[in-house]
């Protein structure tokens, strides 16, 4: 499985964006599909996740409220759209997938990545 991420941009401080993340295929069903994000010189941490018929939805504390994820299993897609934006938000935005149905936060957790967007937000 191959997915592909895009969406990024420079946006103003309070402004919004939506990523989308496509995959060549779905993976073995069920599968959760998440979004992660690394700032420059740190982890690369969780944002959000999603279960395999879009019912159920985690989110880390930074972003609850402001992003929001849902997926198209007809395409075979997964978007995170962002809201009041922060600086502290630029990072590189990672969409991942994992076969499964528990909506796992760990990294390791996941099977299956994209390429990565970039995502800057100005003051």
């Known amino acids: 499985v191959q997915l592909q991420a895009s969406g990024g941009g420079l946006v103003q401080a309070g402004g919004s964006l939506r990523l989308s993340c496509a995959a060549s295929?779905?993976?073995?069903?069920?599968?959760?599909m998440g979004w992660f994000r690394q700032a420059p010189g740190k982890e690369r941490d969780f944002v959000a996740a999603i279960s395999d018929d879009g019912s159920n939805t985690y989110y880390s504390e930074s972003v609850e409220g402001r992003f929001t994820i849902s997926r198209d299993n007809a395409k075979t897609t997964v978007y995170l759209q962002m809201h009041s934006l922060r600086p502290e938000d630029t990072a590189v935005y990672y969409c991942?997938?994992?076969?499964?149905?528990?909506?796992?936060?760990?990294?390791?957790?996941?099977?299956?990545w994209g390429q990565g967007t970039q995502v800057t937000v100005s003051s």
């Open positions: 991942a997938a994992r076969n499964g149905v528990v909506l796992a936060t760990p990294q390791a957790e996941y099977d299956y």
């Open positions: 295929r779905r993976t073995v069903s069920p599968s959760v």
